[in-house]
């Protein structure tokens, strides 16, 4: 089967720098996305590694190790904006009749950020 | 530009009553997907359609049912709800085969 892990709870100050650690489980995987939701509100894509290595947009940064099956966010910078939920999800290749574009969420992890 | 557009925002349904959840798009996007989410539980997919004229069960597809009335629209029924339904549900669409899914507002379903 599937499985991903992440924290379900982080908090941290304005202005600083927090790191949200997701590891999986999968039979056929095919990359890894984030996604960030605020609360009442809709997922909202923030960024996909699909290959091992940093990939940054602007204060926003993600990592992924496929021999550690591992992954992470990075958020530099915080601004209160930023509390919200963050999933990690991975697309399995072979879930779901193989289809792609499916993915398998993580059960996120809360951020707060204070003052 | 509306992106993914979702009816009705919020309803409350006995049990054994049935619903149909509208999702529309406007992205010619190829693939729509229907996803709940519980607290704590993250988001789990409910059915998929990869292209118009296919739909295929995710995650967790019983209880439900879905047509892909053209390359549009994806609505999502509920022929006879339970209280276990009671849940936010989200559509979503995307390019065929890509990582980047673009979700509407959801439906906040509970029932009674």
Not at chain 1, 90 to 95: A, E, I, P
Not at chain 2, 63 to 67: D, E, I, R
């Given at each position: ?32 996305s ?50 919200a939920?963050?999933?990690?999800a ?6 779901y ?19 | ?9 919020f ?51 019983n ?5 892909r ?8 029924r ?31 379903l509970?029932?009674?």
């Open positions: 089967g599937q499985s991903l892990e992440q924290p379900s709870e982080v908090t941290a100050v304005e202005g600083a720098i927090v790191q949200i650690n997701c590891t999986y489980q999968t039979s056929g995987f095919y990359g890894l984030w996604y960030q939701q605020h609360d009442g509100g809709a997922p909202t894509f923030l960024s996909y590694n699909g290959l091992d290595g940093l990939e940054e947009t602007g204060r926003f940064s993600s990592f992924l190790s496929r021999s550690d099956s591992y992954g992470y966010l990075l958020l530099q910078e915080l601004q209160m904006k930023d509390s939920s963050y999933f990690c991975v697309r399995d290749r072979l879930n009749g193989g289809s792609q574009g499916n993915l398998i969420f993580g059960k996120g992890t809360k951020l707060s950020v204070k003052p | 530009n509306a992106g993914v557009t979702q009816t009705p925002k309803q409350v349904l006995k049990t054994g009553q049935s619903m149909t959840l509208q999702c529309a798009q406007d992205m010619n996007h190829n693939s729509m997907y229907w996803y709940r989410q519980d607290p704590g539980m993250g988001l789990r997919l409910i059915y998929y359609s990869a292209s118009e004229g296919t739909t295929d069960k995710g995650e967790v597809p209880g439900y049912n879905v047509s009335l053209n390359k549009r629209e994806f609505s999502l509920l022929e006879s709800a339970a209280p276990s339904q009671t849940s936010v549900y989200f559509c979503a669409s995307s390019r065929q085969g890509h990582y980047e899914q673009y979700f509407g507002p959801g439906t906040r509970t029932v009674t």
